[in-house]
């Protein structure tokens, strides 16, 4: 399953619901309603989905009680999460869903022991001390982190396939993530023989002069590594990429979809929807500490061919078959 087909149905349905949740303040006991706070990172005009799927989720739980959603969006811009997030538990929310390892950072310092469920993708959740285990968090955190020592080997794969004498590689990395995923490709590169620049993106600006680098030097492709700031400026990388001319892989497949070369990682929807399955849970009585951390549920490989016959690049057959999206 991918990102446009069933979730996005179900988004849209269940939009109505959201809004009708929303609207109500009290439950006939008199009582307020739970809240769950979310902050969103991308462009406003797709932050009603994103709430629309966590709702959705919440009702998969079993979770029957009364539900208002306190959603603010930065807009894409990152140095607006710390006032978004103090104005969301300003809010009293009784769970809070931090999407990205910004998100989450930022939510631990103001949370005050309310309940968190993160979607971070970037983060060993263990390592980075966001839990005591995969199988029991022991505090007031938990949620969908991605194994990414096993998984960021896979984007310097498929280029090698399409690229077979790929020898050196952009590694586009946004600080605010962390060093796990750019130390492990850095590390698997070494092994593959394949050199590494490491460009710094601190902003969405900075894509601009990142990619124009890359191409100057010469390298042969470049692997965007995920942060949430990637997400937000989707079309304008692949519009990047187009115009260097650089083979381009990251996890989003909305990458793939508006002009990248390829895509591959866990649906985004996917694991909005999950992160509300588990804010459910929490609502419904189960402590964080023993509510255990989960991996990504779904996966997609997505490739353009129309972007590969422009870059001159034959996708085998063999990636081909593997693929769950070919955008021709």
């Known amino acids: ?141 938990t949620g969908i982190f991605l194994d990414v020592q096993g998984f960021v080997g896979k984007w310097l794969e498929f280029l090698r396939e399409c690229l077979p004498s790929l020898s050196r590689v952009a590694l586009v990395w946004d600080p605010a993530s962390g060093r796990l995923q750019v130390e492990a490709l850095t590390r698997i590169a070494r092994d593959l ?44 990388l692949a519009a990047l990429s187009l115009k260097h001319r650089l083979p381009t892989i990251t996890m989003f497949a909305e990458f793939a979809r508006n002009g990248g070369l390829m895509a591959y990682g866990p649906s985004v929807l996917g694991a909005t929807r999950q992160a509300g399955v588990m804010a459910g849970r929490i609502l419904s009585g189960q402590s964080p500490a023993t509510l255990p951390v989960e991996q990504p549920s779904i996966y997609n490989l997505a490739i353009n061919l129309g972007t590969a016959a422009r870059f001159g690049v034959t996708v085998p057959p063999t990636l081909l078959a593997r693929a769950d999206d070919v955008i021709e």
């Open 193 to 236: 023989g394949i050199a590494t620049d490491i460009l710094e993106v601190r902003a969405r600006p900075d894509y601009d002069a990142a990619f124009a680098k890359a191409a100057e030097a010469g390298v042969g492709a470049a692997i965007l590594l995920s942060t949430p700031m990637v997400f937000a400026a989707i079309r304008d």
């Open 1 to 141: 399953m991918d990102d446009r087909g069933g979730l996005k149905r179900r988004a849209l349905a269940a939009a109505a619901i959201a809004a009708a949740l929303a609207s109500r303040v009290a439950t006939a006991q008199g009582r307020r309603p739970a809240r769950i706070g979310y902050a969103y990172v991308g462009p406003p005009e797709l932050a009603d989905a994103r709430s629309a799927l966590i709702l959705e989720g919440l009702r998969a739980s079993g979770y029957q009680g009364e539900v208002e959603t306190i959603l603010r969006s930065t807009g894409g811009d990152p140095a607006r999460l710390p006032p978004v997030v103090a104005d969301i538990f300003a809010q009293k929310v009784s769970v809070f869903i931090a999407a990205g390892p910004a998100a989450l950072r930022t939510a631990r310092q103001a949370a005050n022991g309310t309940p968190i469920v993160a979607y971070d993708f970037e983060s060993d959740p263990v390592a980075d001390g966001f839990v005591q285990s995969v199988a029991r968090p022991g505090g007031t955190l």
